[in-house]
């Protein structure tokens, strides 16, 4: 497949990068800086530059052919809105986007501990939930995960919807690279399109 990732030098983004390189994809690793990417070029890899503020950069490096993977965070309210509309501006096949388990379609599920992340995210929750949402309506899976933290892939992972949500853990960790293997599934095999999916470790 022909795989675009969204901010590949992040850390989570460069698990979706080496996963979809591991599973024989070719992939377009998109990041502001991508000499901040540290993986060689060839073998499947094109790095490219573009900056969400500016979506003219996000079309020029996402195919319309193409499946886009977000590993896309920020630390500035707008971003990941700003994000999500110039990647569906872009008009790729598929959107798989990151998004964080408790908010928005899933903070009901979570139930009232998912609470503390309305104090954690400040203004970010409100762009978050806008974020998810305009990728829910263009048809985009999004993946609600919890408490993201490095390591190896979890060998009991799964993917539910919400119906099978658990209570929000703010102690539970989910590792990157099984939130990675998550969503390169869900790029093989859609089964979530419009729809929110969790990662879960168990």
Request: aromatic share 2%.
């Given at each position: ?8 030098s992040?850390?989570?983004?460069l ?24 993986l ?7 790095k ?43 008009g ?10 408790g908010t ?8 009232e ?8 995210l400040?203004?970010r ?16 899976t ?61």
């Open positions: 497949m022909n795989l675009t990732v969204l901010a590949a992040g850390r989570t983004g698990e979706l990068t080496r996963e979809a390189l591991r599973r024989g994809h070719t992939v377009t690793a998109v990041a502001r800086d991508p000499a901040r990417i540290p060689p070029d060839g073998g499947g890899l094109r490219a530059t573009a900056d969400v503020a500016d979506p003219a950069s996000v079309a020029a490096v996402i195919g319309a052919g193409s499946v886009v993977l977000s590993g896309l965070g920020t630390d500035r309210a707008g971003t990941l809105l700003a994000g999500a509309e110039a990647v569906i501006a872009a790729p096949a598929r959107i798989i986007w990151l998004g964080a388990y928005g379609p899933s903070a009901e599920a979570a139930g501990a998912a609470g503390v992340l309305g104090k954690v400040g203004d929750l409100a762009d978050k939930v806008a974020a998810d949402t305009a990728v829910l309506a263009a048809g985009g999004v993946f609600h995960a919890g408490m993201l933290t490095d390591g190896p892939e979890s060998p009991d992972r799964r993917t539910a919807g919400l119906a099978e949500a658990p209570p929000f853990d703010l102690g539970a960790k989910i590792t990157r690279a099984t939130v990675a293997a998550a969503m390169l599934d869900e790029a093989e095999h859609p089964r979530f399109a419009g729809a929110v999916a969790l990662p879960l470790a168990g």
